[in-house]
């Protein structure tokens, strides 16, 4: 079965610092995801893509966050300043139609630690 | 607003044992619900999914959900559990009736089968 991919599985970083997040959608898929999991809590979705914009954001997903498709292939999650709380596994998804019955895709997941 | 619960962190069950993992929701609308599997260091994979029609779903790996809309549940269950299927199981929702590209997880539920 074809995969989501995510880089790197592990990333830590200091406060205040920037982290990209990078993610590589299964390849004829046209919407993407990043979701969250904070240890121990539930997966939050934070953003979804579209046509190489934003279709929907929930109310973590504020101007410290950012996404793009930088080419064909790539999907990325930006940080612009990390906080403590920000500590996360991050998850990428994709999907073929974005229709509300189709499964999504997910990557593998990168651990965001903020010291 | 869409909502998940899973009232349980985690079930134990011996190999060979009927599983159930429960799941309930709250939608404004009709729901897609989905289950999905994490293994160790591995992305959510899918495993099924309700849309309308029979309440009774059967997906990946022998697992099968019952759909109860007065009881608005969607339990996970498998006649027979396998030590394999040890993992954390997620449950997920859609709304039909608010749209929207989202799908909302539950908190996870840690399945531990004991040989």
């Known amino acids: 079965e074809p995969e989501v991919t995510q880089t790197p599985s592990h990333q830590v970083t200091q406060m205040g610092q920037e982290v990209i997040l990078r993610c590589v959608p299964i390849s004829n898929h046209l919407y993407f995801y990043w979701y969250r999991q904070i240890l121990g809590q539930k997966v939050e979705f934070l953003v979804s893509?579209?046509?190489?914009?934003?279709?929907?954001k929930s109310e973590i997903f504020d101007d410290q966050f950012s996404v793009e498709r930088p080419d064909g292939s790539n999907f990325t999650l930006k940080i612009r300043s990390t906080k403590l709380e920000d500590s996360a596994m991050y998850f990428c998804a994709s999907s073929a139609t974005g229709t509300p019955n189709e499964k999504l895709f997910f990557g593998s997941g990168t651990q965001l630690s903020v010291l | 607003a869409q909502s998940v619960a899973q009232p349980e962190d985690q079930v134990n069950v011996a190999e060979g044992n009927p599983l159930t993992v429960k799941c309930t929701y709250s939608v404004s609308g009709n729901p897609y619900l989905f289950w999905y599997v994490q293994y160790p260091n591995r992305g959510l994979q899918f495993l099924l999914k309700?849309?309308?029609?029979?309440?009774l779903v059967k997906g990946s790996y022998g697992f099968e959900a019952e759909f109860n809309k007065s009881q608005t549940s969607f339990h996970l269950k498998k006649p027979s559990a396998l030590v394999s299927d040890s993992a954390l199981y997620f449950c997920?929702?859609?709304?039909?009736?608010?749209?929207?590209?989202?799908?909302?997880f539950g908190a996870g539920t840690r399945l531990f089968v004991k040989a």
């Open positions: 309700y849309i309308t029609g029979d309440n």
């Open positions: 893509f579209y046509n190489n914009e934003i279709s929907e």
């Open positions: 997920a929702v859609r709304d039909t009736y608010t749209g929207g590209f989202k799908t909302i």
